[in-house]
């Protein structure tokens, strides 16, 4: 007798909000538990959730230690001015500072064990990303980076890419505590996140973003 499955489907309802997607972790989607499945579901979907708030608040906590390291503030205080320049003179100005960066900041990286981490400017544009390099992506859309440029931590969900990934950002204050830009992590929430929380509710799951599976946890035989 084949092996009965039950499966709590995650549905990721996106709104779009000028070509992307936010998700504040405390609302960030809706569950569908399938019809007339076991009530052991029940508190399942809580237990998800609380899950990605205590990784959110562990990340942040990460980031704001080192939000005042002196390899980032002296970064993103000494960084040249690239008002109105083309992207191709802006890379020019800004490649070699952003060199200098990324060894400090691959380090970081491997402290907080963030899958990605970026800098951002006091005008929400990345400036650099580990891995990569230099980057020069405006996402100053993004509610999750206005807060921060605002003084404001905060976590949250984003389509980036075609996937999902948990965000966290720091401000990075100058002296006279004004933030001049962001320090910002992201874990993609794929298969590999699923699995960790799948052991943790005792169930499979299935991740779908715009009515298309995404990761799940099921053997493909089933």
Not at 27 to 41: A, C, G, H, V
Not at 129 to 151: A, F, N, T, W
Request: net charge positive.
């Amino acid at each position: 007798m084949s092996k009965i499955k039950t499966v709590i489907v995650v549905l990721l309802l996106v709104l779009a909000a000028g070509g992307s997607a936010f998700y504040g972790l405390t609302r960030f989607y809706q569950t569908e538990i399938l019809p007339n499945t076991d009530k052991s579901l029940a508190g399942s979907e809580k237990l998800i959730l609380d899950k990605l708030r205590a990784e959110a608040f562990i990340q942040i906590q990460a980031l704001n230690a080192h939000s005042r390291d002196s390899a980032l503030v002296d970064f993103l205080t000494q960084l040249p001015s690239t008002d109105g320049q083309a992207p191709d003179a802006m890379k020019s100005t800004l490649e070699p500072v952003a060199k200098k960066l990324q060894e400090p900041m691959e380090k970081i990286r491997a402290s907080i064990k963030a899958e990605k981490l970026s800098i951002l400017n006091e005008k929400g544009m990345e400036i650099v990303k580990v891995p990569g390099g230099l980057s020069l992506k405006s996402i100053e859309g993004l509610p999750i980076v206005k807060d921060c440029l605002s003084g404001t931590m905060r976590d949250g969900m984003y389509e980036l890419d075609g996937k999902l990934s948990q965000l966290a950002a720091v401000p990075i204050t100058n002296a006279s505590g004004k933030a001049i830009g962001c320090l910002m992590s992201s874990q993609a929430l794929g298969k590999a996140r699923l699995h960790v929380l799948s052991k943790n509710s005792g169930h499979d799951l299935a991740l779908l973003l715009r009515k298309k599976v995404q990761a799940t946890t099921l053997d493909k035989s089933v």
